[in-house]
Each structure stands twice: as C-alpha cells, then as structure tokens.
C-alpha cells in the first residue's frame, strides 16, 4: 500500500499527468461533440460514435502519459533513488503499473461517459442510452481499456526507457501497426484477428457492424469477455518481461 | 586589465551590483568572491557585455567590452561550461567560434591541444564528462589568445589532476602579463591560486587588496606551543598572553612566536614545538562576509535541533528569489 | 559500516572496479580519493544496489544491500544533487522518498528545516541553483536518519559558507557514531573533512589508511626552524646527524622531529624563535602516490578514451 501511495505522489505531483488527463478528455468529449454536431439531424448516431475520439485518441494519449510516467524517471534519474529505496525493484514496478492503470480507468471513464452524456445533450432525439449489453460495454468498458492499455504502456517504458522512443513506438503501433499487418498476403488477417489492439475493439464493441460513424468494428474471434481477458493477458506478459529485465540491468 | 567604475545592475527590485567599483591588474591572476546571490555571475556578464549597466560602466583595457572589435581577441571568457550545442563536437563548437572573429583553424588545433582534448575534438559534446566540457571552455576561452581572461568555477568537475593543471595554466597566463579574473568558491584551491583578491557581498565592493593583506586580516592568530614544562611556560605567560588548551598543547594569543620563544628560554622551559598559525583564506572571507551574506548567519550561531535526527546546526535558509530565477 | 570484498565490475571489455576490497569505519570521516574514470562512482551504485557487482561482493552492516528492510532508513546517500524531476516540489520529492520506506511525514519538514530550504520546499526543483539542489540532495539522505550516509561530491555549488556548514555537519555525523563516506576531488577540503581515506586508481584499491599517514607516507617531513643563534643550532643539528638546509632566515631540517629539536636547542641553550613541523599538502600525497605508477595514471586519458568507446 505504501508503494502505492509513492507511486501516487510521483505521479500527481508533476504536470504532464495532468496535462494528458485534460487532453485525453478534451479529445474523447470533443470528438463526441463533432461527431454529434456534423452528423445530419436524421441520421441518428449510435453510443459507439460518441465514443469515437475516446477509442481511437484517448487511448494514445493515456498511453503517453503512462509510458512518461516511466520515461522521465529514467529521464531525470529518480529510477536510481527510486531503487535506492526499494531495492527489490519490482514491487515499486507494480506500483508504479497499478498507479497508472487506475489513472488512466478514472479518466476513461469520465471521458466516455461525458462523451456520451454530451451525445445526449446534443442529439436528444436519436435515443442515445445505455440500453443493451453492448451499449454498457462501450461506455463503461473505456476505463478498463485504458487501464490495460497503460500498463502495456508502463511495461514499454520500462523497456525502452528513453520517452521518445517509447511514445513513437507505442504510438506507431497504435496507430498504424495493427492495421498494416492486414496488408500481409493470407495469414496478415488472421494475425490481425489477435493483435491486442483489435481484441481490445472486440470487447468495446462486439462484432456488430455500427451505424457509419464509429469506427470499424473487429474482426477478434474471442467473446467481449475473453477479450477483455486476452488483452489483460498480453499486458502483464509485457508487465512481466519488462520487471525481469529491469531487476537485472544496472540502474 | 579590467576597471569598473560604480557599476549598477538592477532586475526589477533587487539591485544585483550596486555602485561597484574595481580593478583586476595585467600580470595578476585576481579571485573573485562573494557568497552565493552576491553578484557575481551579474558583474562577469556585465563585464561581456551580455547584460547592460543601468549606471557605471566597466572597460577592459580602457574599452568597453561592445566597443572591442574582434572581442575574442581581446577578452576569452569561460562563464558557464554547458553553454553549447551538445550534439556538435568539441572540434566544431571551436571552429564556428574561431571564425566569428576571424581567428584561423590552425589556431583550434592548437587550444584542443592545450587542454588536452585533441584525441575526443570530434567526439559530440554530448559525450563529454563535466570536466571535458570545463576543458572545452576554457579551450575556448584561449581561441582568441587574448589578454583578458574570465573564468567562472573553472575547476568544476575536475579531478585532482585537472585542478594542479588548471592552476598552473592560470598563473602562466598571469607570468604572460595577461590580465586572469576566476571566481570561485573554493577557497583552498583560491588561496593556490590568486595573488589579488575582490571581494563582493550583496553586489557591493567589501574588499579589494593582494590575497596576502586579506589573510593577514583574519582574528585566526595566534602560536601553537608545546613543551615537557607546562608550569614554567604558563607562570612565564601569565599576565603577557592569553591561551587555550588544544589536545596536548597550547595556543597562545597576543605574543608573537619569537617572543614566545625568548620567554620560554628564559623560564627553561624546552620547546617542542613554537608554531605561528596562519590563517587561512576561509577564515578571513567567513569573517568579512558574515554580515554581508543574504541571510545572516543566524541560523548557523543558533544550532536547530532536529528531534530524531542529529541535532545539526541548520544552514542559512535558501531565499525564494534565488529560484525565481 | 561498509565492508567491500573482492569487489569487481565489468562493463563489456572496460573493468571498471576491480577485486576492490575496503571498509569503512563507524564513527569516522572516510574520505574516497581517485582520478576521473577510477570507478568511484561504480563503487558507490554498487553500495547502493543500483550496478550489480560482477564479482566480490559489499555489504553494510553485514548486510547487503538488497537484503536490508527499508533501506533509507539505514544507508542515505546523496550520488547526483540533480536526480530530481524538475516539474516535481521539494517536499514532493521528499515525500515519495519518505513514503517508500514508511518514514513519518513530519520528517520531511525536518529534514527541510535542517538543509535551510522550508521557504522554498513548495517550489519546483527544476529552478533550483545547483546549491539548492546539493541541499535537497542532502536533505533526502538525511530522511530516515541512516547510520550510514554516501556523498558524491557534496560540496559541489555550494558558497564557502555552505562548504564550511557540510563540512562541520558531517563531522557531526561522524560524531554520533555514523559511518560517513564522501567521495570528493576537492583534496584540500578532504584534508579537513576525512579522518580516513581510502584511494583508487583504475579500479582498484592505492590505498586505505588514516589521512595523517597517507599524507606522510608521501611528503617528507621537515621542520621550520627559526632562531636568533641559526649558526650554532646549525651546527648542533648536523652534529645529531639531522639534515639542515634553509637559509640565513629560517632553517629546514629534515629527518628528525620537532620534540628533538626543541631537545637539543635546550641543551645547547639556544632560543628559538619559531619551531613548526611542516606537514605536506593531501593534494601533494595524491598526486606523488597516484601518479607514481603509470598505470595509476587514469585521470584525462582514461576518461578519453572511455568518451571515444561510448562515442562508436
């Protein structure tokens, strides 16, 4: 618990955690706001639209924020005082990983619901709610996303060490990565189908094909609910490696 | 030479230099001191034309420094070794310098060669160790081969090596007959160091004489004696001198240590050892300045004890103007 | 007290500490001499965990490192005043700091008070001049009031005022029983800090001994002698065989102490005027013993050629 509380004061008592916060929600709310306003009044927009900006940006930015989270401390060296106190390394690692990840489950979920409940201000009429199963997932999943998304985050950072090659390489990932690998002749698909990312969309928002404005839907086999265990799965692989090479390397 | 004459710099409110007035002689190399937030690094940058004088006015060689054409040439100065672009090399950052004042590259060789960087001069800056970049500096300052050096903490990050050899370059430049202005707060190294002293407090002028007069000045006097015959010695001393015990010996103030010396013989007291205490540079400067630091030395009289730790005489405390900055 | 054994770091082809062996004592001032590149700083992150040793081993208190149950509580160290985030308050700093090994929060402002920052512990530690960071430094070791305390260079950007109050603060230390080990290239302020000192060149052990004999084991002792009868102490002096230069103002004698002296211008009813023994300059010890052995001889060199290797 006390490492928890370390890994709190670190991480509130610098800006840029703040800054990715308001930008994460800025982007996630204020996408919803485009969407719900360029959209013609009599084409209703579905709660996977509202959640545009939070699924495909909101992610990034959390992401940075928590890859920083790591990055700067090798940065600034406090990694060396912080394992000057906590010798072991790792428990201060985890910390640092559940700090984070519980940071950024806050934040998406006041993005996603704020986005939705923007949605619903503007577009009173298109029966915006959480309704379905889907629906609840789509919304309230958003924080558990960008938990796991900030652990493999923290777990990149911890590996790389260096911020801006950790953000460039997360973000290239993100953004481009996943979706490239669909160009790969017969087996880039099914590659596709478990990438994390994509497994990830899975879980928010099922294979059901939206109304136009959100964004494509996955291809993942697994289940909403196994997704959401695959992806956490892959995080702590990542959380895991990165902890054994971090207690062997000379700080 | 370097001549400042009322020298005033104001930022806002707080008068950093204040009506200072000094001279740093040709042939000497003359210490800078003051304590931190004394005005230093303001009357270096003053002295380079970086910042500009509300009043006064400072000249070297009669010159003031914006008036100099080739100021390289004229005036070498080291004020702050990271000041450089670190992704470019040591070789680099000198050319781009030299060739503002038209100075050859033959010349580059050579100042690489003088502080010994020749074998890392296309090494990236980057790369360097603190005391490589303090090299660098000072190569730097050389470029010009000019008359008038300043250094500022010229021996940071050196290693013992770095420093002898940094001391002996000083005072060669001194025997050339150039005019050599370092500040420091390393004393000891100082007192090796400088032959004139300026010495500064709150921006103004507290002293300014040789190295020799400033330690003469210090209360730290007095002679150190021991002997087998301590009641002869002391029945000897009585009523002439003052003294305080020191682990098996004597201090004694008020007589010099030939006087002591006579009146021992003739009390038949042996001597084993008659030792003048000299004081040390420290010492005069802890006691010239005292009044004039910042935050008074108060806190340092007063011992704040620290319930669960040490109970450590607390340093004066930090002004928040200092990180203002 | 810290005790090394066989200690050794590799880092590829460069040895950078090697089969070192030292301890240091409780109670006392060691000071931790050696060029640029000799492998202080190396020994030091391995005292503290950071760098684990590729041989050899070093413990505190019998301890290792890793083995110790909240560390801070036991070894404070200040390594590099500018290991701090810059966006990151004083107190925040401490905080964490203080937080990790279950240090009661009032500390902080102890330890603050102590290092004379309180005024500015809310400030960030980003604009702080490099003396203010030394205090925070200095503060953080001090915050679970450790038996041992590590210094890397701590006089580092402090004003002479500053210098005098580490100085005085680490000899208090010392004075409560405290093991305090500082690495420093500022000898002449090791000369007044250090009790003992222990010496490396290119990794491994020179030297481990009080200051007094590292000093004299390499200048030679001489007196200055001083007397209004300089001819006939002269003579008195040679003819107990010690060895006399100096001039028509002072003499130097070398090979024979000051009690002795004083001895035998007694005898020969002589008065003096003046009678110091010289001791010679730490700076003067190291550089003699340090730069005796070519291989020794690290300082700019080695730290090139390190600075060439880590370029390709």
Not at chain 1, 91 to 118: R, T, W
Not at chain 2, 68 to 97: E, F, I, N, Q
Request: hydrophobic share 45%.
């Amino acid at each position: 618990m006390n490492l928890l509380a370390v890994e709190r004061i670190k991480l509130f008592s610098t800006r840029s955690p703040w800054w990715c916060a308001l930008i994460t929600l800025a982007l996630t709310i204020g996408f919803a706001a485009i969407i719900a306003g360029a959209s013609p009044a009599d084409q209703p927009i579905n709660v996977s639209a509202t959640q545009f900006g939070g699924s495909q940006f909101g992610i990034a930015v959390v992401m940075v924020l928590a890859a920083l989270a790591v990055t700067t401390e090798y940065r600034f060296n406090t990694i060396r005082t912080t394992f000057q106190a906590v010798p072991h390394r790792s428990p201060a690692l985890v910390a640092k990983a559940v700090v984070v990840a519980l940071a950024a489950l806050v934040i998406g979920e006041i993005a996603a619901f704020g986005a939705l409940g923007l949605g619903m201000l503007m577009r009173p009429n298109d029966g915006l709610g959480l309704h379905t199963t889907q629906d609840w997932l789509n919304v309230a999943g958003m924080g558990p996303v960008f938990a796991i998304s900030a652990v493999l985050a923290v777990a990149l950072g911890i590996l790389i060490r260096h911020s801006a090659g950790a953000i460039a390489l997360l973000l290239i990932y993100y953004l481009a990565v996943e979706e490239l690998v669909q160009l790969i002749p017969k087996i880039g698909h099914t590659i596709h189908e478990w990438l994390p990312f994509n497994v990830a969309n899975k879980f928010l928002r099922g294979s059901a094909v939206g109304g136009g404005d959100g964004p494509p839907p996955s291809d993942a086999p697994l289940s909403p609910g196994w997704a959401l265990a695959y992806f956490a799965g892959i995080a702590i692989v990542f959380l895991l490696v990165a902890l054994g090479v971090a207690k062997k390397r000379d700080a | 030479m370097i001549e400042a004459s009322t020298l005033t710099k104001r930022y806002g409110v707080t008068t950093a230099v204040n009506e200072l007035t000094f001279t740093a002689r040709s042939g000497r190399v003359t210490g800078f001191l003051g304590p931190n937030g004394a005005g230093k690094s303001t009357t270096m940058r003053l002295i380079l034309g970086l910042d500009t004088p509300d009043s006064g006015t400072v000249h070297i060689d009669g010159v003031p420094y914006r008036r100099l054409k080739d100021p390289l040439r004229t005036v070498g100065a080291m004020l702050d070794a990271t000041w450089r672009h670190p992704g470019r090399s040591g070789r680099a950052h000198l050319r781009w310098l030299a060739a503002t004042n038209g100075i050859p590259d033959k010349r580059v060789e050579e100042v690489l060669a003088l502080v010994g960087l020749t074998s890392v001069g296309d090494t990236r800056v980057l790369q360097y160790s603190l005391g490589m970049q303090q090299r660098l500096g000072i190569a730097a300052a050389m470029l010009g081969d000019p008359r008038v050096l300043l250094f500022d903490e010229p021996v940071n990050g050196l290693d013992p090596e770095g420093m002898v050899w940094i001391r002996q370059l000083l005072h060669s430049l001194a025997a050339d007959g150039r005019t050599v202005f370092v500040s420091s707060h390393l004393l000891p190294e100082m007192a090796q160091t400088a032959q004139d002293l300026v010495v500064i407090g709150r921006g103004r002028l507290i002293y300014q004489g040789t190295m020799d007069e400033f330690v003469a000045r210090t209360n730290e006097h007095g002679v150190r004696v021991r002997t087998p015959h301590v009641a002869e010695l002391r029945a000897a001393l009585t009523g002439q001198a003052e003294f305080t015990e020191d682990g098996g010996a004597f201090v004694v103030s008020g007589l010099d240590s030939d006087r002591i010396g006579q009146l021992a013989f003739d009390a038949g007291a042996t001597l084993h050892e008659l030792s003048p205490i000299s004081g040390s540079l420290e010492q005069a400067y802890l006691d010239l300045t005292r009044e004039a630091v910042e935050f008074p030395a108060a806190a340092m009289a007063s011992p704040v004890s620290v319930a669960s730790v040490s109970p450590v005489s607390s340093v004066s405390p930090v002004s928040s103007s200092e990180v203002a900055k | 007290m810290i005790e090394a054994t066989g200690l050794t770091k590799r880092y590829g082809k460069t040895l950078a500490v090697n089969n070192l062996s030292f301890s240091v004592a409780a109670g006392q001032v060691t000071g931790f001499l050696g060029p640029n590149g000799a492998g202080k700083s190396t020994t030091m992150r391995m005292i503290l965990g950071l760098d684990n040793p590729t041989g050899g081993q070093v413990t505190i208190g019998g301890k290792k490192y890793h083995d110790l149950k909240e560390p801070l509580r036991t070894v404070g160290a200040l390594l590099d005043a500018k290991w701090v985030h810059p966006n990151r308050s004083a107190r925040a700093h401490l905080q964490w700091m203080a937080k990790s090994n279950r240090i009661p929060a009032a500390r902080v402002d102890e330890v603050l008070e102590t290092v004379g920052l309180t005024s500015v512990a809310g400030k960030r530690a980003g604009g702080f001049s490099l003396g203010m960071s030394q205090r925070l430094g200095i503060a953080a070791a001090l915050l679970g009031d450790p038996e041992v305390l590590l210094f890397d260079e701590p006089v580092n950007g402090l004003d002479p005022e500053g210098i005098l109050w580490i100085r005085k603060f680490m000899h208090r230390l010392a004075e409560e029983g405290r093991t305090v080990f500082v690495s420093s290239h500022l000898l002449s302020e090791m000369a007044l800090t250090a009790s003992n000192l222990v010496v490396i060149g290119r990794g491994q052990l020179i030297s481990q001994s009080s200051t007094e004999d590292f000093v004299s084991r390499a200048a030679e002792n001489t007196v200055k002698v001083r007397s209004p009868q300089l001819a006939e102490l002269r003579d008195a002096l040679q003819r107990a065989s010690a060895e006399v230069t100096g001039d028509d103002k002072a003499l130097v004698v070398s090979g024979m102490d000051s009690d002795k002296i004083g001895e035998i211008a007694a005898a020969n009813r002589i008065v003096l005027h003046e009678l110091s023994p010289q001791t010679g300059s730490l700076e003067q010890a190291f550089m003699q013993i340090t730069g005796d052995s070519v291989e020794y001889h690290t300082g700019l060199d080695a730290e090139a050629q390190h600075v060439l290797e880590s370029a390709k």
